[in-house]
């Protein structure tokens, strides 16, 4: 396994006093378009509020908390994780009051590990109808529902045997019950790489 350290080409965007995103800067326009997301690199994201690039209400509820309390000003700062199809990366996110009640987001990667390509988390993949959950910071897939168990995507592929399957399941996301308490509390805690394999 190769693991990279990262020089710290981080990434930046804000959000005015509405929540609508005001600025973001080349870091996120190259890490859009090296992670099949050039739509989120135009210009045209500028006005538009950031919870709406926010599926799972659960994850959105958390960012709004998150900001809520940084406008009374505390700041926030914690890990989480942003795989691509053929690497595992581990981000630190900074998130700090602005200007004129802006909220600044700040991401830099922490760790990065190359890895086989899957082809489960590549956007260009044709899918069946089914479904699968994946949580949202720690990149976990869901393998059995309801019953709290999540694996690393190469081992849920195993578990769940996707291999055998014609086509790879939709992916959903969602907050495992781990990232869920460990999010949930006052206190935003700095979590460790340990979490990255
Ligand atoms: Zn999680």
């Known amino acids: 396994m190769k693991t990279t350290q990262q020089p710290s080409n981080g990434v930046r965007y ?4 509405d929540d609508n995103i005001c600025s973001f800067d080349e870091g996120w326009v190259q890490f859009a378009s090296a992670n099949d997301g050039p739509e989120l690199a135009q210009p045209a994201i500028i006005g538009k509020s950031l919870w709406k690039y926010i599926n799972d209400e659960t994850t ?3 960012y709004q908390q998150i900001v809520s309390r940084v406008r009374e000003g505390r700041s926030a700062r914690f890990s989480l994780r942003c795989d691509g199809p053929d690497c595992r990366r581990l981000l630190e996110m900074t998130v700090r009051a602005g200007e004129g009640n802006t909220v600044e987001f700040e991401t830099r990667i922490v760790q990065l590990e190359q890895r086989a390509p899957v082809t489960l988390l590549s956007r ?3 899918r069946s109808n089914g479904l699968l959950r994946v949580c949202a910071w720690c990149n976990r897939i869901e393998t059995e529902s309801g019953t709290g168990q999540w694996a690393e995507v190469e081992d849920a592929i195993e578990r769940l045997r996707l291999f055998e399957l014609p086509m790879p399941p ?6 495992c019950e781990t990232c869920f308490a460990s999010m949930s509390k006052r206190q935003i805690p700095k979590r460790s790489a340990k979490g990255i394999k």
């Open 124 to 126: 260009n993949t044709p």
């Open 14 to 17: 804000a959000i005015d006093a």
């Open 170 to 175: 939709q992916l959903t996301h969602g907050i």
């Open 60 to 62: 959105l509820k958390l």
